[in-house]
């Protein structure tokens, strides 16, 4: 899959412009990393109701700017959490969203 979805961009950019697609990145970049600071917090800490909050945000404001592989493991960390799985899947996952959390940024950036 993609790192951001190239329908999902399209779209935007004909309903809003080109320019709203520009500030719906820096946002999510802003916003991202404050709730991704959160979520790790909460692995770390074992707190899963944050780590549902932080889940959730993430899942949508991920496939609102088209990178749903994010969305997706964002998707997976909040299910995991709800079910109060052990905290080593947890992390586990957590690692993974990690690593698909770095390739949307690195491809947001450049929008």
């Given at each position: 899959?993609?790192t951001l979805d190239s329908k999902k961009l399209t779209q935007l950019?004909?309903?809003?412009?080109?320019?709203?697609?520009?500030?719906?990145?820096?946002?999510?970049?802003?916003?991202?990393?404050?709730?991704?600071?959160?979520?790790?917090?909460?692995?770390?800490?074992?707190?899963?109701?944050?780590?549902?909050?932080?889940?959730?945000?993430?899942?949508?404001?991920?496939?609102?700017?088209?990178?749903?592989?994010?969305?997706?493991?964002?998707?997976?960390?909040?299910?995991?959490?709800?079910?109060?799985a052990a905290l080593d899947a947890l992390r586990e996952r957590g690692e993974a969203?990690?690593?698909?959390?770095?390739?949307?940024?690195?491809?947001?950036?450049?929008?």
């Open positions: 899959m993609p950019r004909s309903y809003y412009g080109d320019e709203f697609v520009s500030e719906l990145a820096v946002l999510y970049l802003e916003d991202s990393r404050r709730l991704v600071d959160g979520l790790n917090e909460g692995l770390l800490q074992g707190d899963l109701e944050q780590v549902i909050r932080c889940a959730h945000d993430l899942k949508s404001t991920s496939a609102q700017l088209g990178a749903m592989d994010v969305s997706e493991a964002a998707r997976e960390l909040e299910q995991l959490s709800r079910e109060a969203f990690a690593a698909l959390y770095r390739e949307a940024v690195a491809a947001v950036a450049k929008l």
